[in-house]
């Protein structure tokens, strides 16, 4: 059992999709024949292997309702998205300027711009990988030419019980314009050992853009969680990254900013509290591919006990 | 003001600017837009007289002078700023002594005296607060940490403070937010007088709605291929340079 | 060449100042060292037999050791047979008991240097001993001082005034088997600065010593002791010139500080030894040990250089915090061009209970030249409590020249706190041409980045030493960018 391709987490790429991101995750899953499971001999997987404990197979999600709103301890008023276990919501939401789609309602052009984020160009993340290996019904958020989203966008990815989540996001922020994302993983397991959350969401910033994004955990200290988050950096564009992160039994953040025109700027913070036997592990990339681009990066991290 | 008839300029062994000519009268506000590769950054530089561009052919006259003979510093000394589009650190200078070290030295070149101290510190206080940055700041190493916004905001200050004749600003809106773009424009407002003249390089059209040119030019393949009123801007922006027939080259 | 280019050039392709040879006879032994030179020095200063005793022991362990080989830096080995180990000029036979009898051509020599001295004496109220090759001249505002119960000559009057005191002390903090130098100067030693401070007292004056290489191939060896007692404060300046030649000339010298409880040495050194030419020819070789031993509970010393000169300088001021709390500090800038080479530092080592010790470090490399840090922080088993504050920083100006960090710690106390920070930066085109857009020159341009630099060090300098070394920088530096 030492592919990842040899783990059935129940799930299948979704025939729904257009020929573009079908052919895309038919590639992604190939590869996937040849990626090990980590072990502690997997250079960036050196002290997060042995959480991983994975399942030969996974039971398949149980199907919640659809489920409106999230208490997650603050006031915020925000546009929200959900995945809930294998279902996605679309509230009633909506600003001038922005277009929310399903992948499954993506045109040619749309698709590709799916297909070319950071994340979902690169061979090095195992579990996005599996991600897009397994692709079924992401999310595509378009914000148009010079405007500005005034509610943050809020995606929950939720998973109750047992199985799998996979959620995956892709955000084109068109040229002069600015948008605030909030990423929430709200895990209530239920001490199941077969519970797995993997997200991907890639953002393509446009020249002289914006994004904000702040990404959050809310478990019980026991679960699993993997994510990683692509941002593709264009001429004089700006991405200012806010992690909170609180340890869980497995808990990896994975990002990747590409700076790819001249004048772009990242900021990429966090704070990471880890407790008791706790794990969570952080890898940042930021390639500087342009001249005269900058990036600052500050995480504070908390250790205690024996996280 | 300023007229440049028939440049022609090369940096790194390659020819950037390919016979441009461009005439700035006192008071007027100019805009130069252009695709990525088209010159505009060279344009500023070699006004600014940056010696990794060589003037291979044409001439600048400057307030009836050879620019091209001025060095960098007479042609500060003489009333010529630039806003660069990536200003640069100088960590262990701080803000304060570097803006009292150019002011002082464009005073004594105007043959006044040196600005007392006190008077200074008021109005770099005040100046820092105009461009919205704590007063902090003037402790700081010159740019020094500063997010992009707050390094172009730092270039308006200082503008603000030296009073140039003739104020290039490279692509000083790139990067900013809408709230520190108001900022920007409405420090370069503020110097707009009869005799001073403002060339902007800009890449978008956004920043002409808050500071309205009296002229737009199109520079491109090294040359102005189409100058016009602020309209110019509003069509370049709805159609895109394809409309004049030129390719945006994308850089990096 | 471009304007920036040939402006920096101009920076400084200035002759050195103080290249000139004052024209006095000298009284000077033929190259070549052996037991006979030893002794004739002895003799040459009337010393008594105890320190012709002490000469010779260190002479014998010198000849038993090796020349050390482990710095980063390259020279070609030195001839020790091939140096005069005595000079002094003539007109000094007959001591002057004041300024008004000092030979006027040594006056004069120091009106070159800068140092006019009974200007400085009587504005800045800083009493002056100038060693003028091998033998100390004149001591001024001696009456001050003595009031104040401090005294304040050259070592070679101390033996023989206050034997007790140099007998206790001399060797107490650096021992002739130190090092290889250590040895060759407490053997060959000529003369240099005896200072002690009372208890209780605080010295009523800055002291400072001048004192400069004249005659070609003549190593100078000076020596210097300084004792403050409980309770005392003394602030010591030390700042060298020399002249051109083109012989290399070897400078070993050995300063001792002994600072008993709460007691406080302030010693500061702006040098401006001759650093050779373009080509790196006939530069002064500065091997020094200094060191400075807090005997006492509370005891305070802090060491501040701005060295620019040198053809290679190799020297490690260190603390030895032997008493409860106390401190050391250790404040530097160090200038390297052409084709100087330094490996430099300092050692903080902690003994007692809650020592505390900072380390501010800048180099700066232009030319071709190379410059290493190498720091030592070693806490012992009984340091409780010990904490130390290092930053070592380095600018590159151009780009054919190198700096190199060797930090160590050591740690045997579970207690200590260490901190280490370093930084390397360059002094670029983009940032010289920002400062020429705003009305700046680049000279100008370069010299405000590199006070900028160095600020955090030239603070803890006494204020003419501050003005001095400033100048010092901007005369020194021949930077080019690019």
């Not at chain 3, 903080?348 to 410059?371: D, Q, V």
């Amino acid at each position: 059992m030492t592919v990842l391709s040899n783990i059935d987490f129940a799930i299948q790429a979704s025939k729904d999709l257009g020929a573009e991101l079908q052919d895309f995750s038919q590639t992604k899953l190939e590869k996937l024949k040849s990626i090990r499971i980590p072990t502690r001999k997997t250079e960036s997987w050196k002290y997060s292997a042995k959480r991983l404990k994975l399942t030969e197979t996974y039971p398949q999600s149980s199907s919640t309702n659809t489920v409106n709103e999230i208490d997650n301890g603050y006031e915020l008023d925000c546009h929200v998205i959900i995945f809930n276990n294998t279902q996605l919501s679309l509230n009633e939401l909506g600003e001038t300027g922005m277009t929310i789609k399903p992948f499954s309602d993506l045109n040619e052009a749309q698709s590709l711009q799916v297909v070319s984020g950071a994340i979902a160009q690169s061979n090095s993340y195992e579990f996005a990988i599996a991600n897009s290996a397994y692709l079924q019904n992401g999310i595509y958020i378009n914000v148009a030419k010079n405007t500005h989203i005034n509610k943050p966008v809020k995606l929950v990815f939720l998973q109750t019980g047992e199985g799998v989540n996979f959620p995956r996001v892709f955000f084109n922020i068109e040229s002069g314009s600015s948008i605030t994302i909030i990423e929430e993983i709200h895990i209530q397991a239920n001490n199941s050992p077969s519970t797995l959350v993997n997200s991907v969401c890639d953002i393509n910033i446009e020249a002289n853009a914006k994004a904000q994004y702040l990404r959050m955990n809310f478990d019980d200290g026991k679960s699993k969680h993997v994510g990683a988050t692509g941002v593709n950096l264009h001429r004089d564009a700006r991405f200012e990254s806010y992690h909170l992160a609180l340890g869980s039994e497995l808990a990896r953040h994975d990002l990747l900013v590409k700076m790819l025109g001249s004048g772009a700027e990242c900021q990429l913070n966090g704070v990471c509290i880890t407790q008791d036997k706790q794990h969570y592990a952080n890898h940042t990339v930021v390639e500087h591919i342009a001249p005269n681009c900058t990036s600052d990066e500050t995480y504070r991290c908390i250790a205690d006990n024996e996280a | 003001m300023l007229e440049i008839k028939n440049l022609y300029a090369n940096v790194e062994q390659k020819e950037i600017l390919k016979g441009l000519n461009l005439n700035v009268n006192a008071g007027e506000v100019h805009a130069i837009m252009g695709p990525n590769g088209s010159g505009k950054s060279t344009l500023s530089q070699v006004l600014a007289g940056n010696d990794a561009y060589s003037v291979t052919k044409g001439a600048i006259s400057y307030q009836d002078k050879d620019l091209l003979d001025m060095s960098t510093e007479e042609r500060a000394r003489e009333g010529i700023f630039l806003a660069f589009q990536y200003p640069v650190e100088i960590p262990g200078v701080s803000n304060l002594q570097f803006m009292r070290t150019a002011i002082n030295n464009i005073r004594q070149h105007r043959g006044l005296d040196e600005m007392n101290a006190a008077e200074f510190m008021k109005q770099a206080k005040a100046t820092i607060q105009q461009v919205n940055l704590d007063p902090s700041f003037l402790k700081r190493g010159v740019n020094e940490g500063f997010s992009g916004g707050e390094k172009k905001r730092n270039e308006i200050m200082q503008m603000l403070m030296l009073e140039p004749r003739l104020a290039i600003l490279d692509e000083t809106d790139s990067g900013l937010d809408i709230d520190a773009l108001k900022v920007v424009a409405d420090g370069v407002n503020a110097l707009r007088s009869p005799d001073r003249a403002i060339i902007m390089v800009t890449h978008y059209q956004r920043l002409l709605d808050y500071i309205v040119p009296d002229y737009v030019h199109v520079l491109a393949n090294g040359q102005i291929i189409k100058s016009g009123g602020k309209e110019l801007a509003l069509e370049l922006e709805d159609k895109g340079y394809g409309w004049l027939g030129i390719a945006d080259e994308k850089t990096a | 060449m471009s304007d920036s280019e040939k402006a920096v050039k101009e920076l400084i392709k200035r002759e050195y100042e103080h290249g000139f040879v004052t024209d006095i006879e000298s009284d000077t032994f033929e190259p070549g060292l052996n037991e006979d030179v030893i002794k004739r020095i002895s003799a040459k200063k009337k010393e008594p037999e105890w320190l012709l005793k002490w000469r010779l022991k260190a002479y014998k362990a010198w000849q038993e050791m090796d020349e050390p080989e482990w710095a980063q830096v390259n020279f070609p080995k030195i001839d020790f047979n091939d140096i005069a180990y005595f000079s002094a000029p003539k007109s000094n036979e007959n001591a002057p008991k004041s300024l008004d009898e000092v030979d006027p051509e040594l006056l004069r020599t120091y009106e070159k240097l800068g140092i006019p001295l009974h200007e400085r004496a009587r504005l800045a109220g800083v009493a002056v001993d100038a060693v003028f090759d091998s033998v100390s001249i004149g001591v001024t505002f001696k009456e001050k001082l003595t009031e104040a119960g401090v005294i304040f000559c050259p070592i070679s009057e101390a033996v023989h005034s206050h034997p007790e005191l140099v007998k206790k002390y001399l060797g107490s903090v650096v021992p002739q088997r130190d090092n290889f130098y250590s040895a060759l100067n407490s053997a060959v030693f000529s003369d240099g600065s005896f200072v002690y401070i009372p208890k209780g007292v605080r010295c009523p004056l800055e002291l400072s010593t001048y004192f400069r290489i004249n005659e070609a191939n003549t190593g100078q060896f000076e020596r210097t002791l300084i004792v403050a007692e409980a309770g005392s404060h003394v602030s010591y300046l030390e700042g060298c010139t020399a002249p051109m030649r083109d012989e290399n000339q070897l400078h070993a010298a050995v300063v001792e500080l002994v600072i008993l409880d709460d007691a406080e040495i302030k010693y500061s050194t702006v040098q401006n030894w001759y650093p050779g030419d373009e080509n790196g020819l006939g530069g002064i070789y500065n091997f020094v040990t200094k060191r400075a031993a807090c005997i006492g509970k509370n005891a305070k010393v802090s060491w501040t250089q701005v060295e620019t000169g040198s053809a290679i300088t190799w020297k490690y001021p260190s603390c030895i915090l032997r008493g409860d709390n106390s401190v050391g500090e250790f404040y530097s800038v160090a200038l390297t061009n052409n084709l100087q080479q330094a490996d430099t530092g300092t050692k903080m080592i902690h003994l007692g209970k809650n020592t505390k010790s900072t380390i501010i470090s800048k180099g700066i490399s232009a030319g071709k030249s190379n410059s290493s840090y190498r720091g030592l922080v070693r806490i012992g088993p009984g340091a409780e409590g010990a904490r130390n504050y290092t930053q070592c920083d380095s600018l590159l100006i151009g780009d054919k020249c190198g700096a190199h960090t060797f930090p160590y710690i050591e740690s045997k106390n579970k207690s200590a706190v260490v901190e280490h920070e370093a930084t390397t930066s360059k002094v670029s085109d983009d940032q010289l041409f920002l400062c020429q857009q705003r009305g700046i020159d680049a000279e100008h341009a370069v010299s405000m980045i590199v006070n900028g630099f160095c600020k955090e060090v030239f603070k803890e300098l006494p204020m003419e030493f501050a003005v001095e070394a400033t100048k010092l920088l901007e005369v020194s530096l021949e930077g080019s960018v690019g």
